[in-house]
């Protein structure tokens, strides 16, 4: 049991999400390993995007438990979370499908607002930031290190001082991931990171999300369509349809299981008996 | 942009549109015929015997009229041959750029001044106390920024802030002798408690909602002050409040005086130039406390909840807090304001903290755009400064006055300084236009 733990970051149990009359995702179970990449994949209103939310704070799950655990041990029941504490202490960051950037600030700045809590530590809670305190000019050195660190990863240390609102959509998209990264997750939540991007971009996003998986030890929870994506950098792939999870395993299984193939192109009615 | 030099465009001018534009000057007609034979064709006298006489004034109609039409007529041809708005064409786009850049030379400029203004006009009484009003106004509209421009929360109900402040320093310094050093921090605390009193039933409100609220708060503060009689006097409100002192020497014309201690010839003049000073460093505190905070995280994290609150749930910042420290922050200097109001007035009511503050202050921070330090205290500088040039013509100064500020939403729609200067940058520091800014509000 604890060893099974162990390799497990996110363990979600029989999590149902109601909006009145409408069941978004219904008993759904499925565990996310560490270091992993895992994916949610299934037509369009099957409920990905409610988990993601359910996941990250931004709804209160109807039911269920969502547990998530750190290396060192540590159990975070985010369902009982208010959601920029499941951020900055559980440390689970998101991504969302119309990205959400701070259009005008910086590239460097929307970097550095994700080491907020960090910084805010640092800066005394302001009043020793205020008087010039080294101890924050020091941490501030670092943040924005880590900033061009990451932004150096994504291409964009160019266009570091230009307002994210102005940057082209592929290198939004990135930007958003390094920001999210910046926050230092655990567990990393993209929401359709390759939405909108041209074959070639999304051959690099794999990449980039392989690196970032591999370099960092950092466990991924993705949602895509971009069947290309799904297929060659995760490790195991959950598939919703209507609010309840169809099929569970490795992308190759995923493949050629017949529910999957009938969920997303429909089938003869004779297949369906 | 039209270039004079392109033989299209010169074509296109040359073909005059005056079909088009006698249209445009028929309609304008029409309205003006509507609005005007009320207002100017009948006038109501009282007659001899003390009833109400209507008179028709049909020729004042119809030269009205015809001026309309010619005006109209011009404009419109005039806009139409060009194809570019008529204000656009009178007043450079470029002069929007050139301001930014005199901004690093006009704001030391402008400080010079300002340290010098006493020694400069020190016999005109008249000109010093403006000057005290201007920066009283400078400060809230910095304070105000915070909220309004830095946090993007729409606070009309500032001077209930700064009502918090005055009172907290009358009732403190005449119940309980307090020096104004000592009342000016309390005041200060005060106030900001009742930004925290304010900011938590709005947590969850933006925009229009979020005005409602904070508007209704802004009459709460002043309707209770008006009723609650016993303790701060009510409508009559609080007089003989103590005057400031030099550090503990009165401005007063006794041996122990200001005046005697420095071997000057009194003069009430000492204490109009102290204020001055007290509320230029008040003032400058406040700018001072507004730049170093955008740099700090704090700062920033008002910043990106202006732009987007739920990316900032997304990592990690409270917003909750970040909000209330925006509340209390702007509602703290508001307080320090309005204890050097009450201490610079003597006497304070009620009737000095109506809305019109509020909606006055907040004209300042958009005239002044919300990005820029310089902007705001040129805005209230313009405002107020404006107010008094045309004091003269009482009737026409709220007609000038609104026709200034459409001229500027026409031609800088997003206030003098329209543009955000990053608060931190590895290369280069490149201001971001307004509408970048702005598009993210939507």
Same mark, same amino acid.
């Given at each position: 049991?604890?060893?099974?733990?162990?390799?497990?970051?996110?363990?979600?149990? !029989?999590?149902?999400?109601?909006?009145?009359?409408?069941?978004?995702?219904?008993?759904?179970?499925?565990?996310?390993?560490?270091?992993?990449?895992?994916?949610?994949?299934?037509?369009?209103?099957?409920?990905?995007?409610?988990?993601?939310?359910?996941?990250?704070?931004?709804y209160q799950p109807t039911e269920g438990m969502l547990e998530l655990t750190h290396a060192t041990g540590? !159990?975070?029941?985010?369902?009982?979370?208010?959601?920029?504490?499941?951020?900055? !202490?559980?440390?689970?960051?998101?991504?969302?499908?119309?990205?959400?950037?701070?259009?005008?600030?910086?590239?460097?700045?929307?970097?550095?607002?994700?080491?907020?809590? !960090?910084?805010?530590?640092?800066?005394?809670?302001?009043?020793?930031?205020?008087?010039?305190?080294?101890?924050?000019?020091?941490?501030?050195?670092?943040?924005?290190?880590?900033?061009?660190?990451?932004?150096?990863?994504?291409?964009?240390?160019?266009?570091?001082?230009?307002?994210?609102?102005?940057?082209?959509?592929?290198?939004?998209?990135?930007?958003?991931?390094?920001?999210?990264?910046?926050?230092?997750?655990?567990?990393?939540?993209?929401?359709?990171?390759?939405?909108?991007?041209?074959?070639?971009?999304?051959?690099?996003?794999?990449?980039?999300?392989?690196?970032?998986?591999?370099?960092?030890?950092?466990?991924?929870?993705?949602?895509?369509?971009?069947?290309?994506?799904?297929?060659?950098?995760?490790?195991?792939?959950?598939?919703?349809?209507?609010?309840?999870?169809?099929?569970?395993?490795?992308?190759?299984?995923?493949?050629?299981?017949?529910?999957?193939?009938?969920?997303?192109?429909?089938?003869?009615?004779?297949?369906?008996? | 942009?039209?270039?004079?030099?392109?033989?299209?465009?010169?074509?296109?001018?040359?073909?005059?549109?005056?079909?088009?534009?006698?249209?445009?000057?028929?309609?304008?007609?029409?309205?003006?015929?509507?609005?005007?034979?009320?207002?100017?064709?009948?006038?109501?006298?009282?007659?001899?015997?003390?009833?109400?006489?209507?008179?028709?004034?049909?020729?004042?109609?119809?030269?009205?009229?015809?001026?309309?039409?010619?005006?109209?007529?011009?404009?419109?041809?005039?806009?139409?041959?060009?194809?570019?708005?008529?204000?656009?064409?009178l007043i450079s786009p470029k002069l929007s750029t050139s301001f930014r850049q005199l901004e690093r030379?006009?704001?030391?400029?402008?400080?010079?001044?300002?340290?010098?203004?006493?020694?400069?006009?020190?016999?005109?009484?008249?000109?010093?106390?403006?000057?005290?009003?201007?920066?009283?106004?400078?400060?809230?509209?910095?304070?105000?920024?915070?909220?309004?421009?830095?946090?993007?929360?729409?606070?009309?109900?500032?001077?209930?802030?700064?009502?918090?402040?005055?009172?907290?320093?009358?009732?403190?310094?005449?119940?309980?002798?307090?020096?104004?050093?000592?009342?000016?921090?309390?005041?200060?605390?005060?106030?900001?408690?009742?930004?925290?009193?304010?900011?938590?039933?709005?947590?969850?409100?933006?925009?229009?909602?979020?005005?409602?609220?904070?508007?209704?708060?802004?009459?709460?503060?002043?309707?209770?002050?008006?009723?609650?009689?016993?303790?701060?006097?009510?409508?009559?409100?609080?007089?003989?409040?103590?005057?400031?002192?030099?550090?503990?020497?009165?401005?007063?014309?006794?041996?122990?005086?200001?005046?005697?201690?420095?071997?000057?010839?009194?003069?009430?003049?000492?204490?109009?130039?102290?204020?001055?000073?007290?509320?230029?460093?008040?003032?400058?505190?406040?700018?001072?406390?507004?730049?170093?905070?955008?740099?700090?995280?704090?700062?920033?994290?008002?910043?990106?909840?202006?732009?987007?609150?739920?990316?900032?749930?997304?990592?990690?910042?409270?917003?909750?807090?970040?909000?209330?420290?925006?509340?209390?922050?702007?509602?703290?200097?508001?307080?320090?304001?309005?204890?050097?109001?009450?201490?610079?007035?003597?006497?304070?009511?009620?009737?000095?903290?109506?809305?019109?503050?509020?909606?006055?202050?907040?004209?300042?921070?958009?005239?002044?755009?919300?990005?820029?330090?310089?902007?705001?205290?040129?805005?209230?500088?313009?405002?107020?400064?404006?107010?008094?040039?045309?004091?003269?013509?009482?009737?026409?100064?709220?007609?000038?006055?609104?026709?200034?500020?459409?001229?500027?939403?026409?031609?800088?729609?997003?206030?003098?300084?329209?543009?955000?200067?990053?608060?931190?940058?590895?290369?280069?520091?490149?201001?971001?236009?307004?509408?970048?800014?702005?598009?993210?509000?939507?």
């Amino acid at each position: 049991m604890s060893e099974t733990a162990r390799d497990t970051i996110l363990d979600v149990q !029989h999590l149902t999400m109601r909006f009145g009359g409408l069941v978004a995702v219904n008993d759904l179970s499925f565990k996310a390993a560490r270091g992993k990449i895992t994916a949610i994949i299934g037509p369009n209103g099957a409920g990905k995007t409610t988990v993601f939310n359910c996941i990250t704070g931004f709804y209160q799950p109807t039911e269920g438990m969502l547990e998530l655990t750190h290396a060192t041990g540590k !159990h975070f029941l985010l369902e009982r979370m208010r959601d920029f504490k499941i951020a900055a !202490h559980a440390r689970v960051t998101r991504t969302f499908q119309n990205i959400r950037l701070f259009a005008g600030m910086t590239a460097l700045e929307n970097l550095l607002v994700a080491q907020h809590n !960090h910084l805010m530590k640092a800066s005394g809670f302001t009043v020793l930031g205020l008087v010039g305190w080294p101890g924050y000019r020091h941490a501030k050195r670092e943040a924005i290190d880590r900033a061009r660190f990451w932004l150096d990863r994504i291409g964009l240390l160019a266009r570091a001082d230009d307002p994210a609102g102005v940057l082209a959509y592929g290198q939004q998209r990135r930007l958003e991931i390094a920001r999210a990264m910046c926050a230092e997750p655990v567990l990393l939540c993209l929401d359709e990171p390759a939405a909108g991007l041209n074959p070639r971009e999304a051959h690099e996003l794999n990449k980039f999300l392989l690196a970032i998986r591999n370099e960092t030890g950092t466990s991924i929870l993705l949602i895509e369509h971009h069947m290309r994506v799904v297929m060659e950098i995760s490790d195991q792939v959950v598939v919703l349809d209507y609010g309840q999870k169809i099929a569970e395993g490795s992308p190759a299984e995923i493949r050629g299981d017949p529910k999957v193939i009938a969920a997303y192109l429909g089938v003869e009615k004779e297949e369906v008996a | 942009m039209l270039v004079p030099n392109d033989p299209k465009s010169a074509e296109r001018v040359s073909r005059l549109d005056v079909g088009g534009a006698i249209k445009d000057a028929a309609v304008a007609t029409v309205v003006a015929f509507g609005l005007f034979s009320l207002m100017l064709g009948l006038l109501t006298q009282p007659g001899p015997s003390g009833q109400l006489t209507i008179s028709e004034r049909p020729k004042l109609l119809i030269v009205s009229l015809i001026v309309v039409f010619v005006g109209r007529f011009l404009v419109a041809i005039f806009t139409r041959s060009l194809r570019v708005p008529l204000i656009s064409r009178l007043i450079s786009p470029k002069l929007s750029t050139s301001f930014r850049q005199l901004e690093r030379f006009a704001a030391p400029a402008l400080l010079g001044f300002a340290l010098v203004v006493p020694v400069l006009f020190y016999s005109n009484r008249y000109l010093l106390d403006l000057a005290i009003l201007v920066l009283t106004y400078t400060m809230l509209a910095w304070g105000l920024n915070i909220v309004v421009g830095l946090a993007g929360l729409l606070d009309l109900g500032y001077v209930a802030f700064y009502a918090v402040g005055a009172y907290s320093y009358a009732l403190l310094a005449k119940n309980f002798g307090l020096s104004f050093w000592v009342c000016l921090p309390l005041a200060g605390i005060l106030a900001s408690f009742w930004g925290i009193m304010l900011g938590f039933p709005v947590l969850r409100l933006r925009g229009d909602y979020l005005a409602i609220v904070t508007l209704a708060f802004g009459e709460i503060i002043r309707i209770v002050i008006t009723n609650w009689q016993d303790f701060t006097g009510g409508p009559n409100g609080i007089s003989g409040i103590p005057r400031p002192s030099f550090f503990g020497i009165p401005f007063t014309s006794d041996p122990e005086g200001f005046a005697a201690l420095f071997h000057l010839e009194f003069t009430p003049t000492h204490r109009v130039v102290f204020l001055y000073y007290l509320i230029l460093a008040l003032a400058l505190i406040t700018c001072a406390v507004t730049i170093r905070l955008r740099q700090l995280p704090i700062g920033r994290a008002w910043e990106a909840l202006r732009e987007d609150e739920i990316a900032c749930r997304s990592l990690g910042v409270n917003t909750t807090n970040t909000k209330l420290t925006a509340f209390a922050t702007g509602a703290m200097f508001a307080g320090f304001a309005g204890s050097f109001f009450a201490t610079r007035q003597g006497f304070i009511s009620p009737e000095s903290f109506v809305f019109m503050e509020s909606a006055l202050v907040l004209a300042i921070v958009v005239l002044g755009g919300m990005g820029s330090q310089l902007g705001v205290a040129v805005a209230a500088l313009v405002m107020l400064g404006g107010f008094e040039l045309f004091r003269n013509f009482e009737q026409f100064r709220m007609l000038i006055f609104g026709a200034a500020m459409v001229g500027i939403m026409v031609w800088r729609p997003r206030g003098l300084v329209a543009t955000r200067t990053p608060s931190v940058y590895l290369e280069k520091k490149k201001d971001i236009p307004a509408a970048i800014v702005e598009e993210a509000r939507q």
